[in-house]
């Protein structure tokens, strides 16, 4: 059986698959809360405009994913994304 990934960047209303991949962080992370997740801030980072977060799905598992942040840089005219 083929096992086919599908990767999506998540926007408002995906809270729910952040956080899955929050809890699957967590566990490959070794957290020492493995079932913590903030909702509140899922809420806010998923809306803002200087966040992102891919997800790798196969089927509705979350297998994986990552999350950058945009910061406005001091010294210079542009913005770096740190993933």
């Known amino acids: 059986m083929e096992k086919v990934v599908e990767y999506r960047k998540l926007a ?43 997800v790798a799905f196969i089927g509705d598992k979350v297998v994986g994913g990552l999350t950058g942040y945009e910061l406005l840089m001091y010294d210079q005219k542009s913005s770096s994304m740190y993933l």
């Open 12 to 54: 408002i209303g995906d809270e729910s698959s952040f956080s899955k991949l929050v809890l699957l962080f967590n566990k490959e992370f070794e957290s020492p809360d493995l079932n913590y997740v903030n909702d509140k801030n899922i809420r806010s980072l998923i809306a803002k405009p200087d966040f992102i977060c891919f």
